[in-house]
């Protein structure tokens, strides 16, 4: 386990009440890299990355056992303000979820509860994040309309651009391109390693051909358990598990 | 074949008799009205009815101006707005959004109960305890008056008010409060900023429903809001709303003569003004709706 991870999970188990969701999950991420969680729907994806900005807190009944650290520091300690940990670890979801605001005001919407007020700040930091999400040039001449007349890839790439006004340390993805068409999809998919020079990125993907081509490392994660988790071509090429490769090969699944 | 196809139409039919049978009943409903209300308007121009300042039926000559009724209708509404729309919405937010399970079970049916009480228990109520309390507190002559009749009033829209409000917060998708809470928004900032706003349309078709309902109630105005047809100068005077007006004096006035016209006419005049309510609410529900598929 090394130390330098910036995030990283130690005998994580998850639950849903009595319901056993996530097994002793041990992984780390380290910093600046890509990281796809794959794995048959159902086996825990999305459950194991919403304890990573402790989203399962606002579902009655779940719990989280073992440790879930921040650059070394537990998230779930009864000191942590878990709107700070939020703050560091971003999300986008599966479905593009733009606020019913103007597109200006949605990316702002995240600044602005930080209390940041200065119109002439606010408004470069709001571009810069719609150049850093690669939407600014389709958008720039529309901030005062709202996000939900764009197409849905462009909606999402908003969303991207509204979690990363806020500067996070840390970038969870969501599936984020499973509602997306191909053209859509590729622009999320260029997006995501352009963007993996500044930020820590774990993203959830059913695709296959998605987390090959986007991720650095490569989880995979089965009936709540994590399976085998490492270099994406070697997960690719050369599993060491037998269950893996039936999976990657489209045995099951 | 034949046959279920003949049994097939003959309840389409049968249903189609049925779903009418409303617009029938309401269609004559509003033609009695007219045919009731408007020979009124051969005595009095419909200028000075609706601004006349005064209501005296039964002097000699009579008076029909129903400016004071309409003041009194309209003032009792809104200062029931001013206690009922804060009261409905918020206990709608904290119902929707921060109670936890086991409250939320006992709240949510403890305001739709709310709702059935009788409107006459309501007002007997403002009578024998609201009033005397009124009066006492404020030093006043009479606790039967506007503060009173809107006090009432806002107990019986803030079931309406809270419910509908509450189905709309409830219709705001779950991603938006997740993406709110997902970038470090406390939760009171993804009620205030997010769930409120995008629930604005269906908050404010519960406000005008709320309303609607208001000023078409009857009972409760007849037994607290005092009876005065003058203008109120202050929410501690007596005032007559239209629907108490029709109730009191419908009784007593002859059968087709300028009076019984004269009250049918104010009838057409509450019926315009709930009308208008309830379009506006289906406006914005429409709007709303649109907005929603969009958003898909």
């Known amino acids: 386990m090394s130390t330098s991870a910036k995030m990283e999970t130690r005998n994580m188990s998850f639950y849903y009440g009595e319901s056993k969701a996530l097994e002793n999950i041990s992984i780390a991420f380290q910093a600046c890299r890509v990281t796809s969680l794959i794995g048959p729907s159902g086996c825990g994806k999305s459950t194991f990355l919403r304890t990573l900005n402790r989203m399962n807190d606002i579902i009655a009944g779940t719990r989280v056992e073992g440790e879930v650290l921040l650059d070394g520091r537990s998230i779930y300690d009864a000191d942590v303000d878990v709107v700070d940990i939020r703050r560091r670890v971003g999300m986008v979801f599966q479905k593009p979820n733009p606020f019913p605001k103007t597109i200006f005001n949605d990316v702002a919407y995240g600044l602005r509860i930080r209390g940041l007020r200065n119109r002439t700040e606010l408004y470069d930091r709001v571009e810069a994040s719609l150049k850093a999400a690669a939407i600014w040039d389709e958008v720039k001449d529309r901030l005062n309309e709202s996000a939900l007349g764009l197409s849905g890839g462009q909606q999402q790439r908003v969303c991207i651009a509204r979690a990363l006004a806020v500067e996070p340390e840390v970038l969870l993805m969501d599936e984020p391109a499973s509602a997306l068409d191909p053209i859509a999809t590729q622009k999320i998919e260029e997006l995501i390693r352009a963007l993996r020079d500044r930020y820590t990125i774990i993203i959830v993907t059913h695709n296959m051909q998605q987390a090959a081509r986007i991720s650095d490392e490569t989880a995979f994660l089965y009936m709540g358990k994590l399976v085998e988790v490492g270099k994406t071509d070697m997960i690719f090429t050369k599993p060491s598990c037998r269950r893996t490769e039936d999976y990657i090969t489209g045995r099951f699944g | ?296």
């Open chain 2, 1 to 296: 074949m034949n046959a279920s196809t003949t049994k097939e139409t003959a309840i389409k039919t049968g249903f189609l008799v049925v779903a009418l049978a409303s617009i029938v009943i309401l269609a004559m409903i509003v033609v009695f009205l007219f045919r009731e209300g408007l020979p009124i308007f051969r005595k009095v121009s419909v200028r000075d009815f609706l601004l006349g300042r005064y209501w005296y039926p039964t002097a000699d000559p009579p008076d029909f101006g129903i400016f004071p009724l309409i003041v009194g209708s309209v003032v009792v509404t809104l200062l029931s707005c001013v206690i009922a729309v804060p009261l409905g919405v918020l206990s709608a937010v904290y119902v929707s959004e921060i109670a936890g399970s086991r409250m939320k079970e006992i709240l949510k049916p403890a305001i739709e109960l709310l709702a059935s009480l009788p409107s006459v228990v309501i007002g007997f109520f403002g009578m024998v305890v609201v009033a005397p309390t009124l009066q006492e507190w404020f030093d006043i002559p009479t606790g039967l008056n506007v503060l009173n009749a809107s006090i009432m009033l806002a107990l019986m829209a803030i079931p309406t008010i809270s419910s509908i409000s509450e189905d709309a917060l409830h219709g705001v998708r779950r991603e938006l409060r997740e993406a709110s809470l997902a970038l470090g928004a406390t939760r009171w900032e993804t009620i205030s900023r997010v769930m409120i706003p995008a629930a604005l349309s269906g908050l404010s078709t519960a406000v005008i429903l709320g309303m609607s309902r208001a000023i078409g109630e009857t009972m409760v105005v007849l037994m607290v809001a005092g009876g005065a047809a003058a203008i109120p100068e202050s929410i501690f005077d007596a005032c007559r709303p239209m629907p108490a007006s029709i109730a009191a004096e419908m009784a007593e006035a002859p059968f087709r003569g300028d009076h019984y016209h004269a009250l049918f006419a104010t009838g057409v005049v509450l019926f315009m003004m709930t009308l208008a309510f309830n379009l506006v609410a289906d406006m914005i529900a429409a709007k709303y709706k649109q907005v929603g598929t969009a958003t898909l």
